[in-house]
């Protein structure tokens, strides 16, 4: 592994090496060598009008937006970066190859900006005897972050060492600039925010709630061209900072190990604090840390329990925080999507379902020039609609919605035929369902013949599909689908953490269907853990906690080693410890459930870890290590839980 790192350390310097000498860069800057830096009113005007072009971005406005970035892109790092971001946050959303490569090309040369200014700087401030600007030392870091981050999508080991490597510089710069700006390390501030975690948590909490509806954009010429950069740095440091750690603290758990290796240790709460208070600072970074806050905390539903939300950010503070990006760019879709998913979460699926629908119309415009859309937020928005519709059990909707998706978006065409068809499935249309699983196979053969490496919800469909058919090796008919055990859209409302989200009578629905096969001893071998698993999650929405965790527990001891779903028992483990939590809200003195979740806890992480034993590529795609990435952000979020109910206990004693 060492020796791994350091090949690669001078990969990556002889690879900025060449960036910097790319003479298409330089061809510019060569002819400002002796111009020296912008005078403080030229770096102010650089800072607002990247912030004119972010505001832009964030309504929707993305022709103006590039319009704004283009105008100083080649001499300002701040337009320079701008115009990266927008690349970014498209390749992020769209994890498409195109627009991976074309956010890496903008994030490099803007890196390469960046570190032309940096040098220039330290050169000036050095023979001052005087400390260098950070402006563009934070720059360049934030450049290294959204390249490291894309990195990361690759699906490969090479390029996550790569990643690995840029987010450890990445974040000795920002560590570097927070000491700086605090007089603190950032890890001495980590270890004092947790230690008074509850205190601190209801502190921040409190404070961002009783901010937020005071704090209004700050104007440009009330200030200082000082102040408007001091305040765009403070920012744009504790943005970084949290960011990286948010990131860090859910990254998947092989990546996790690797960055653990380096010495990196992160903490949730005290990157939500972080970002809420670069949020608070409503510097040029302040949209981007409530982006960072509200995507975060939404996407929470697929891993916590409703009941089971951690302290570190509330519901009240993300509601303001998304009421306050409304209000200022109210034509912003994106700000929508997070309305549509915050009002899903809350189990208002009927309203989340209206919100989404508006979102994801075209605009209009009454001249003729075609409008610029964002086509990843219109597919995220379809999405996000989809799921909402499967909650309602409007499954023909959703059906029709997944099909759209299908063609919408290439991330993966397969899966999205797979969830339309299983809610094909859910609306007993099992002839056509047949026809439509049938066409899974064929078009995950058309991506290998391709070239394509399949995701692992790929295989995870074609695994289903081909286990359909071992009745006929050739074909899968309506009859066969009626004789499945377990019900393959209910599998995926489980995967996606959604019997919370669904009613009494459709709970009570699948209660009667699953004792029913099991009374009727329809599920062997690999079937019966997985139906036991599923029944137990749909019995304990319902309230009945002690027969939850007997059928939880059939379900391990109904273990089948030749199963395909070796998903089924560290998530059964799992599902032992969130019922431990549900009964601790509910009774305060049952004190000696935090330890029985916690032991839980681990034996669900030690099943993940030896599942592949002696795997000799750690980053192969098996069709369980989506599932197995989500359970391990899972197990870390119920542990924070779980030190909250700690910390109310040892309060209470």
């Known amino acids: 592994m060492l020796r791994q790192l350091n090949n690669l350390t001078r990969l990556t310097s002889t690879s900025l090496k060449c960036a910097a000498n790319n003479t298409a860069v330089f061809v510019g800057l060569s002819s400002r060598e002796d111009t020296g830096l912008p005078s403080p009113e030229t770096l102010n005007d650089w800072i607002h009008e990247t912030q004119q072009g972010l505001d832009a971005f964030f309504n929707d406005q993305f022709e103006l937006a590039e319009h704004v970035f283009l105008q100083h892109h080649e001499e300002s790092p701040f337009h320079a970066v701008g115009y990266a971001l927008m690349a970014y946050v498209e390749a992020m959303l769209g994890f498409e190859t195109e627009r991976i490569e074309i956010a890496l090309d903008r994030i490099a040369k803007a890196e390469v900006l960046c570190r032309y200014y940096t040098r220039k700087s330290r050169k000036r401030y050095w023979r001052k005897g005087e400390e260098s600007d950070i402006q563009y030392e934070l720059l360049a870091s934030n450049c290294m972050l959204m390249s490291s981050t894309i990195q ?332 499945v055990v377990i019900h393959p859209l209910w599998e995926l409302i489980y995967l996606w953490n959604g019997f919370s989200q669904l009613d009494t009578m459709m709970l009570e629905m699948m209660k009667q269907t699953m004792e029913d096969k099991l009374a009727k001893k329809e599920a062997t071998g690999p079937d019966l853990s997985q139906l036991y698993l599923l029944l137990g999650v749909s019995v304990r929405e319902l309230g009945d906690y002690d027969l939850a965790e007997l059928y939880i527990t059939h379900a391990l001891s109904s273990e089948d080693i030749t199963s395909e779903d070796r998903w089924v028992v560290p998530h059964a483990l799992y599902e032992l410890a969130v019922i431990c939590c549900i009964r601790l809200t509910t009774n305060k003195g049952h004190h000696h459930l935090i330890a029985i979740a916690q032991e839980w806890i681990r034996q669900s992480e030690r099943r993940m870890e030896r599942k592949h034993p002696g795997h000799e590529d750690p980053l192969a795609a098996d069709g369980d290590s989506d599932w197995d990435s989500r359970l391990h952000i899972r197990c870390q979020l119920l542990k924070e839980k779980l030190n909250d109910f700690g910390h109310s206990h040892s309060h209470l004693i």
């Open 152 to 483: 990361f999508l690759r699906n490969s080991w090479f390029e996550y060492m790569k990643a690995a490597y840029k987010l450890r510089k990445a974040y000795k710069l920002y560590e570097h600039m927070f000491e700086s700006l605090t007089g603190q390390k950032a890890s001495d501030y980590a270890s004092l925010h947790s230690s008074s975690s509850s205190s601190s948590v209801s502190t921040t909490t409190t404070t961002t709630t009783s901010s937020l509806h005071v704090v209004k954009r700050r104007e440009y010429r009330s200030e200082t061209a000082l102040d408007y950069c001091e305040n765009a740095v403070e920012s744009g440091i504790f943005f970084g900072i949290g960011l990286f750690s948010l990131i860090f603290s859910l990254l998947p758990p092989r990546v996790n190990k690797l960055l653990n290796s380096l010495g990196f240790h992160s903490s949730r709460p005290f990157a939500l604090h972080l970002l809420q208070r670069s949020f608070i600072n409503q510097g040029l970074y302040s949209s981007l840390s409530a982006l960072s806050l509200l995507v975060y905390y939404t996407n929470l539903s697929l891993f916590v329990h409703p009941k089971l939300l951690p302290n570190s950010l509330s519901l009240e503070s993300v509601r303001q925080i998304l009421d306050q990006m409304k209000a200022v760019f109210p034509e912003g879709k994106m700000w929508k999507l997070l309305e549509g998913k915050i009002c899903r979460m809350e189990g208002n699926n009927r309203k989340a379902v209206e919100i989404l629908r508006d979102a994801r119309r075209t605009t209009k415009r009454s001249s003729s020039k075609p409008v610029y859309e964002f086509i990843q937020i219109q597919a995220l928005t379809v999405y996000e609609m989809g799921w909402a519709q499967i909650f309602l059990c409007d499954y023909f909707q959703a059906a029709e919605t997944f099909f759209r998706l299908e063609s919408m978006n290439n991330w993966s065409k397969a899966f999205y035929h797979y969830i339309a068809t299983c809610c094909m499935f859910a609306d007993e249309e099992y002839d056509k369902a047949a026809i439509e699983f049938m066409q899974i196979p064929v078009i995950i053969k058309r991506k290998r013949q391709l070239g394509g490496r399949l995701l692992p919800n790929e295989i995870f469909a074609e695994r289903k599909v081909n286990h359909w058919k071992q009745k006929d090796h050739s074909l899968l008919n309506g009859n066969d689908l009626q004789d």
